[in-house]
Every structure is written in structure tokens, then in C-alpha cells.
């Protein structure tokens, strides 16, 4: 499917840029180049220094890294495609980005009082070793192979759609582009990187929004288009939110219930994302920035997902002579209506629709998509190895030296994510389907132990271990049957290969939890001081008196919108 696509991409005509939309980009880069340089010129000394930002991050860096860290090239070619073939059925896994609240009101003390530096750390504090040693090599082959290799082949079709530039040329020079100021910079760069490329980013998106809004004719056509386009055999179209329990794709409880477990495994529990939290100066800053977080992720479905709807109902208007140029490389199927190449959606919609000053400012929010989503990557794959393998080994290693293998590290990385692209042809027909397919198997055993270990004081280090290998099993033969597509109907087949991955994340997570539970009532518990101040129930007065101070009425007012917004588009699309 990748090769067809990077073939649709090279017959593409090209986007004609003006001098204005070559200013706008030069005057990304400049900004981009001061910001690395003031970022070089202090020096890193420790790990903290450089994995954290010495822990001094401001709630505004915090919420503007999350937004940028997580919205990467698969939500601007997945996402949007998602948008253009599922329609509303991929919003569950955005608007749970109410999850980010969860990160902040419940995880962020318990994160504070442990002063880890990474999640593999805290499971070692709260269960044992091993449980740190196995979420460390999870993660780190999670990033490598599904997250890295998805953004560098996301990114390198977008440039080559956009500008013509050589495939391998685009993703490779975004690798290593992105790498340099990482490597230089550490978190500082990535963060104030991120308050750059944020409005870059929603500035962009918007400006596609309305005007692909504007040329189809409004709302209530895009509304009208998608809705009679129908989806399964059950009554279910493209405008249908919670589809019937009986869709092969999506059924309601898979994607409803398996998108609550992947986003609170995402935001809660990942390294991706909670870095940014634990690089906050306190309680309070980490609190407001997963606030502001959560406020700016409310914007991709609208930014992302509706534009993917909109290139599908303007492929129905043939009088259109910018319908006409997307029909013509999305490529709708004739009996059906289904569009063949959905993963071409938005940068056709930036190729077509965009008049000459304001594609430069689209390119740049593109450009900061892919760069802030892969630095993040970069960061934390680095971080996950120095502390959590190198570290490990070499205890009495001076701070120093952490830093050099820290950069070390982040060039492996990159490395490895260049060896992948020659392997990631056979992602997929949709690339934020694959990687929503291949999170809903990492998520469940690693939630129900976090989960677990903040809510249960009898939760045994050995449940936490056995739950992590067995999930990590399960997991895994499930991937394999998912590619192998074993003969034959039997409840092993069922399980494995034919029930719905998202039904099978649901159902995954509860036999995590009650594994969890009777491995914990059969074995020994922790000890009182080792979960101290980890668990509900263990915190000291002192620690409560910190936590309550760093919030203020207005911290849940503002939750509390974040929350009614999230019920209102359940209502509206339901």
C-alpha cells in the first residue's frame, strides 16, 4: 500500500509556491535556528539537566509540548485519511484526550513524590525490578517500530506530495534535521521548540478547515454528503459516532470502552507523554499544563479528522473542478464510494485548496507536526535507555557521561528509525488505524498495573510483573495472528484473530485486571515503606498539604469545560 501511494504521490502536480509562502518558511527556520542556538549555549551538566530541563518547565511549555509531542504525521496523513474512509468513528481515540485531566488531578502527585525519571523507574519503586526491566524493552521497541517508523514515513510522504521532494530524500533529511537540534538541546529544545510550533500548527490546520468548509458549502453539506454514505449493513454511516455493536471496525463498546484504555495507558502511564509532566517545576505547573493539554486536544478531530470528511465530500461534487483534482488522486471506488487512497487527503487539500501566502503557513505547521512529534521521540527513546538500561548497569556513573550517552543514544535512535523505513510498506491501508490497532494490544497490561498500583495497597510486585509478561504474550500472539490470518473457526481463532482488536483491547484489560488481582491475593504483598506515598491511602500529611496547595477553584472550572465539551460532541455525533 506504501508504494502505491508514494507512486500516486510522485504523479501529483506540485505545489506552486509564491515568495510569500518562501518568506513565511524561512522565517520558521530562523526562528527554529535561534531558538536551538540560545538552547546550545547552556550547558547541559546533568541528566536532569538535559532528560528534564531541570525540572523547571512552566505550565505553558508543559500543555504546548503534550499538544505538539502527540500530534504527529499520522494524525496529518492518518488521521485526516481516517476522516476520509471511517469518518467519525476514529474521534473516540482524540476526544479522550480528556484522559490528560486524569494525568494531572490523579498521576502527577504520585509522579512528584517519587521524583522518578522515567515510568519504568516508578514501577520499580512500586512493584520490582523486572517490571522495570520489561517495560523499558516494550517501550523502547514500541517507539522504534510503530511510532518513529509511522512519522518518518507519514512525513516523508506529505513533503514529497506537497513539494516533489524525493521520498527517502524528505524522510531521511527530517530524521536528521529533527536529530541534530535533540541531540544538541535535550528537552529545553524540545519544549520551547514546542511553544513555536504549536500555533504554527493550529493556525494551519484552522485556515484548512475553513476554507475546505467554505469550498464544499458549508457544514450542513459536509454533514449531509457524509451521511449518505454508509459504512456497514447495520443502518451505521460516515457522521455515525457510536456504530452497532455488530461493525466489524468499529463496534461502539470496542471503540468507546478500547479508547478509554489506550488513552489513559497514552496519557497516563506513557513516557512520551508524561516527561513533559515531569519536567514541571511543581505540582502546580505539571496540573495546569496537562489542562492546557487537554484544552488544545480537543482541536484534531476538528483540525484533522472533519478535513479528511471534507476531501471525501468534495470528491461528490464532478462540477467541482477542485473535486475533480481529488477524485482524482483519492480515487473513489465506483460501487461502493470508498475512497482507495484516503492517506492523500490533506495534502491534497493543502495541494488544491490553499490560495498563494497562505500555503507557507500550512507547510510550516506541517513541518513543526513532524519535527516537535519526532524530538519528543527522540528525547524519551534516549531517556528510556540511559536511565532505565545504562544507568542500571553502571550506578556510579558520573552525570556527565549520562549526557553523552544520552545523545549517543538519540543517534541510534534515529539510525534505527531510517533502517525501518525499508520495512514499513507493509503498514497498512491506513496509518492511524495501524497504529491505534497496534496500541490497543501495548495498552491494557500496562494500565491495569498502573491503575493497580495507585489504587490497591495489596497489589503484589509479583502480579505487577506476571501481568506485564503476560499481557506482553497475549499481545503478541495476537499481533501474529493478525498477520498470518490462520484457517480454521475455533476459540482460539476467534479470539485471536477474528474478534475486533479494539473488542479484544476491552476484553484484554479485564482479564489484566482480575489476573492482577488473584496473583496479588496469592502472593506477597509490598511493604508498607515501599509504596509509601505511591498509593492511595500511603501519602503523609505533608504530601497532601503540597498536593492541595497547587490547586485553586479555577483549576476545576477549567476541567470541568474540558469535560462538558467532551459530553457535548458524544450528544452531537451520537
Not at 493478525?482 to 473488542?503: D, Q, R, W
Request: contains cysteine; glycine residues 8%; aromatic residues 12%.
Amino acid at each position: 500500500m506504501c508504494g502505491h501511494l508514494l507512486q500516486v504521490a510522485t504523479d501529483l502536480n506540485r505545489i506552486s509556491l509564491a515568495g510569500w509562502d518562501w518568506l513565511v518558511i524561512g522565517i520558521f527556520f530562523v526562528a527554529m535556528i535561534w531558538i536551538c542556538w540560545d538552547v546550545a549555549k547552556k550547558k547541559k551538566e546533568t541528566s536532569g539537566d538535559y532528560f528534564l530541563n531541570g525540572r523547571s518547565a512552566t505550565w505553558i511549555a508543559i500543555g504546548a509540548s503534550i499538544f505538539a509531542s502527540n500530534i504527529g504525521s499520522e494524525h496529518l496523513i492518518g488521521l485526516a485519511g481516517a476522516g476520509a474512509t471511517s469518518g467519525m468513528a476514529q474521534a473516540h481515540w482524540e476526544i479522550q484526550g480528556w484522559m490528560i485531566l486524569v494525568l494531572g488531578w490523579v498521576f502527577v502527585p504520585f509522579y512528584e513524590r517519587s521524583m522518578v525519571y522515567t515510568m519504568p523507574e516508578f514501577l520499580e519503586k512500586r512493584y520490582n525490578r523486572q517490571s522495570r526491566g520489561i517495560l523499558t524493552y516494550l517501550s523502547l521497541a514500541s517507539y522504534v517500530l510503530t511510532k518513529v517508523s509511522v512519522t518518518v514515513m507519514a512525513g516523508g510522504l506529505a513533503l514529497q506530495t506537497l513539494l516533489g521532494i524525493n521520498f527517502w530524500v524528505a524522510a531521511i533529511a527530517l530524521v536528521v534535521i529533527t536529530a541534530v537540534y535533540t541531540v544538541i538541546g535535550g528537552m529545553e529544545s524540545v519544549l520551547k521548540t514546542s511553544v513555536l510550533q504549536t500555533p504554527i500548527l493550529l493556525v494551519g490546520s484552522l485556515v484548512i478547515l475553513w476554507i475546505g468548509l467554505k469550498e464544499l458549502g458549508g457544514w450542513d453539506v459536509m454533514m449531509q454528503t457524509c451521511a449518505a454514505q454508509p459504512v456497514n449493513d447495520m443502518g451505521d454511516n460516515m457522521t455515525t459516532l457510536m456504530r452497532s455493536g455488530q461493525d466489524k471496525a468499529f463496534p461502539w463498546y470496542g471503540a468507546l470502552f478500547g479508547s478509554a484504555i489506550i488513552g489513559f495507558w497514552y496519557w497516563c502511564t506513557d513516557q512520551f507523554i508524561v516527561q513533559r509532566v515531569l519536567s514541571g517545576k511543581d505540582q502546580k505547573e505539571s496540573r495546569r499544563g496537562t489542562i492546557f493539554g487537554a484544552y488544545l486536544k480537543l482541536l484534531p478531530v476538528f483540525l484533522f479528522l472533519i478535513p479528511g470528511m471534507i476531501a471525501f465530500a468534495l470528491t461528490k461534487q464532478p462540477d467541482s473542478a477542485i473535486g475533480r483534482q481529488l477524485s482524482a488522486a483519492l480515487l473513489p471506488d465506483a460501487a461502493t464510494g470508498a475512497l482507495q487512497n484516503p492517506d492523500l487527503a490533506f495534502p491534497m487539500l493543502v495541494n488544491t485548496l490553499l490560495p498563494v501566502g497562505l500555503k507557507g503557513v500550512v507547510i510550516c505547521g506541517i513541518l513543526a507536526a513532524l519535527m516537535s512529534s519526532l524530538a519528543s521521540l527522540y528525547n524519551s527513546s534516549a531517556m528510556l535507555y540511559t536511565i532505565d538500561i545504562y544507568k542500571r548497569r553502571n550506578p556510579d556513573v558520573e552525570e556527565s557521561r549520562l549526557v553523552r550517552i544520552g545523545r549517543i543514544a538519540t543517534v541510534v535512535v534515529v539510525v534505527l528509525g531510517v533502517l525501518w523505513i525499508f520495512v514499513i510498506q507493509a503498514i497498512g491501508k491506513s496509518l492511524y488505524d495501524y497504529i491505534q490497532s497496534i496500541q490497543s494490544l501495548l495498552a491494557p497490561a500496562i494500565a491495569a498495573v498502573f491503575l493497580l498500583g495507585i489504587c490497591w495497597k495489596k497489589t503484589s510486585p509479583k502480579a505487577g510483573m506476571w501481568t506485564l509478561i503476560v499481557g506482553l504474550v497475549l499481545g503478541f500472539t495476537r499481533l501474529v495472528m493478525m498477520i498470518v490470518h490462520p484457517e480454521g473457526h475455533n476459540v482460539f481463532t476467534f479470539i485471536f484473530s477474528e474478534l475486533n482488536v479494539y473488542a479484544f483491547c476491552v476484553w484484554m484489560f479485564l482479564f489484566c485486571m482480575v489476573f492482577a488481582v488473584v496473583v496479588s491475593l496469592l502472593t506477597s504483598k509490598p511493604g508498607e515503606e515501599q509504596i509509601a506515598g505511591l498509593v492511595f491511602g500511603t501519602a503523609t500529611e505533608e504530601q497532601k498539604a503540597v498536593t492541595r496547595a497547587s490547586w485553586n477553584k479555577w483549576d476545576i472550572v477549567h476541567s470541568v469545560i474540558i469535560l462538558g465539551v467532551t459530553v457535548a460532541f458524544y450528544i452531537y455525533f451520537w
